[in-house]
């Protein structure tokens, strides 16, 4: 019966600390890459979630603003507002930023539209800003610009920060 238990195969202590170092220093390269990956992932989706609302909101801006009678607000060219305001097809539109950071589109006295995503946030009120940029004439009628900024944050945040873009472009009255 010795001969058996002398025969049987088994570790070492010295085998099973060099089977633990090399598991560990496994584990720690694989998280590590693992980490990497989620963030790349965190930077991409913050990026296009800015991307893809800055977008859409000077989409709908310059749709509206195309589209509108007349602009109520800001009043007089030269002027800079917070908020925009806009008479299509005998219907207030109302652009504005409303507390946590969203913009919102107000038809008549209904229930505000929210434009941004959950992902991103109007970086700050003060920054979204219409100023009305004159009138130019053509063939006897007067066209109102709207000078449109402001600037999208978003919500996930990375090792690198939360993305913050500025959007800026200008848009007028069609006339009609």
């Known amino acids: 019966m010795k001969k058996k238990i002398l025969n049987s195969k088994a570790f070492t202590l010295v085998e099973l600390l060099v089977f633990m170092g090399i598991f560990a220093i496994l584990i720690v390269v694989l998280t590590q890459i693992f980490l990497s990956a989620l963030n790349v992932q965190l930077e991409s989706q913050a990026t296009s979630s800015v991307q893809q609302d800055g977008r ?65 946030t109007i970086s700050n009120i003060s920054d979204l800003n219409f100023k009305r940029v004159g009138a130019g004439s053509t063939n006897g009628t007067t066209k109102d610009s709207i000078q449109i900024n402001f600037t999208l944050t978003s919500s996930s945040k990375s090792q690198s920060g939360a993305e913050v873009k500025k959007f800026q472009t200008t848009a007028g009255v069609r006339g009609n």
């Open 56 to 120: 859409y909101i000077l989409a709908r801006l310059a749709y509206d603003i195309n589209r509108a009678k007349n602009i109520t607000e800001p009043v007089t060219p030269g002027t800079s507002s917070h908020q925009l305001q806009l008479t299509i097809e005998g219907s207030n539109y109302k652009y504005a930023a409303i507390s946590g950071n969203l913009l919102t589109l107000t038809v008549d006295t209904g229930t505000p539209i929210q434009l941004n995503s959950f992902q991103t």
